[in-house]
């Protein structure tokens, strides 16, 4: 029995170190925030809205249920992961808002018309060159509170004392 807990133990422990670190840490977009980062970018039928770190998927959630777009949620936390998804199936948005646990910097974002953030400007920055290269022309990518260095916003917006910035990828 000692052994078996023994190598539990260690099987957990070499998940734990493989498993990748967040860049930054957990702090929920308050709701008139998201509501105003999803009409700052003029969220409406046909689009795909990706979120980068998207926590306990308010975002998504609510993209999903105002808007009845597909939204998919980027969250590296497992635990946050699970919860956005079971926030999802009981407002039985589950067919529209989905969540992966994934690596933001690998997961293919093609797709998106719509890349919302909540990061850092060093996190942002870091995306930047893979939001521009994977990115169609014309897809809004909205940041509370954070920057993306010399690439200059659309639109700057305040909400409760919050910044929110909109950029619209340009022709490659």
């Keep these: 029995m000692k052994l078996l807990v ?27 925030v998201v509501d105003a980062m999803l009409e700052m970018a003029k969220v409406g039928p046909g689009d795909v809205l990706y979120d980068l770190g998207s926590g306990d998927g308010r975002i998504p959630i609510t993209a999903a249920k105002r808007f009845g777009v597909r939204a998919v949620g980027i969250e590296i936390d ?24 994934a690596d933001l910097f690998t997961t293919d974002l093609s797709e998106a018309t719509v890349v919302t953030l909540y990061l850092l400007d060093s996190v942002n ?20 509170a954070f920057h993306m260095g010399d690439w200059k916003p659309d639109q700057e917006r305040e909400v409760d004392g919050n910044m929110i910035y909109m950029w619209t990828v340009p022709a490659h």
């Design 6 to 32: 023994a190598l539990f133990c260690l099987c957990l422990a070499g998940n734990a170190a493989a498993a990748p670190k967040p860049d930054v840490i957990y702090v929920p977009t308050p709701q008139p």
């Design 78 to 101: 497992p635990a946050l992961a699970r919860e956005a998804s079971h926030q999802a199936w009981r407002q039985k948005l589950d067919k529209l808002a989905t969540f992966r646990t």
């Design 125 to 144: 920055l870091r995306l930047r060159p893979k939001l521009l290269s994977e990115l169609k022309p014309g897809t809004r990518v909205v940041s509370h």
